[in-house]
């Protein structure tokens, strides 16, 4: 049925999803923070986003999210290695850099930074300060909110 309405994604791997076409279409106008709040029921969250963190420091975030979006479903220890040595981050320096106390400190202020908004659930999205929170989570009511901010 046309119009029956889509469903909201169920998590954050979806809404991570939106986020490609939406950068491509607004690529000058927009640009995309992220923020760490990995959940403590999430076993392998905290690493995930410490490894994150310290791909970073190295100029390599972006592709070492993608990659963790890639093996969502098995993130252990080993996993998050092997990404590192694939996307080619100095891997001795990363690995001292993931328990380190700047990147220990990054991903708690993140998670602060979070629970100051009043984030309980992921995916939490804001634009402009605001907190896009719709019905729906799809890439028409998302452009549609950017527009409004840019004023178009």
């Given at each position: 049925d046309c119009h029956r309405p889509r469903r909201a994604p169920r998590?954050?791997?979806?809404?991570q999803a939106l986020m490609h076409p939406?950068?491509?279409e607004y690529?000058?106008?927009v640009t995309l923070y992220f923020k760490h709040f990995p959940f403590t029921q999430h076993i392998?969250?905290?690493n995930a986003a410490r490894a994150a963190a310290a791909a970073q420091i190295?100029?390599?975030f972006w592709q070492f999210h993608e990659k963790i979006w890639e093996n969502s479903e098995h993130l252990v220890p080993a996993v998050l290695e092997g990404i590192a040595k694939e996307i080619g981050l100095d891997f001795p320096r990363w690995y001292q850099e993931v328990g380190s106390e700047e990147v220990r400190g990054h991903v708690q202020r993140d998670?602060?930074?979070g629970v100051a908004l009043g984030i309980r659930r992921t995916p939490a999205i804001f634009i402009n300060g605001r907190r896009y929170n719709p019905d729906e989570l799809d890439l028409a009511s998302l452009k549609d909110w950017v527009d409004e901010e840019l004023g178009r």
């Open positions: 998590d954050c791997k979806e809404a939406l950068l491509a690529g000058k106008d392998n969250a905290l190295q100029g390599k998670k602060a930074d």
